[in-house]
């Protein structure tokens, strides 16, 4: 799964629709193996990107959990320290 895409379901406040169409465009950026299509894509990309922003949307909509939700800021921490863990150790 490509590490630029962030877990969107439970989280107060809810994903905006900005994070949606972010994470799908790096879904089709992924799938596609191009982050600038060419003229002769550019139709195909940007269509599929908003397919894929509204699947998102739809799926999010759905989802039930009985789990609190998370906190942005503490989840944003907690990766920040994982990530110096991961290239602490990559350096040594």
Same mark, same amino acid.
């Given at each position: 799964?490509?590490? %630029?895409?962030? #877990?969107?379901? %439970?989280?107060?406040?809810?994903? #905006?629709?900005?994070?949606?169409?972010?994470?799908?465009?790096?879904?089709?950026r992924k799938v596609s193996g191009s982050t600038h299509p060419s003229q002769a894509n550019r139709a195909a990309f940007d269509e599929a990107v908003e397919a894929i922003a509204h699947a998102t949307q739809h799926l999010l909509d759905h989802l039930v959990t009985n789990a609190p939700p998370k906190d942005r800021e503490i989840e944003a921490e907690k990766a920040r320290a994982r990530a110096a863990k991961r290239y602490a150790s990559m350096s040594a």
């Open positions: 799964m490509c590490r %630029n895409i962030h #877990t969107l379901h %439970n989280f107060e406040p809810a994903a #905006t629709s900005d994070e949606v169409r972010a994470a799908a465009l790096q879904y089709v």
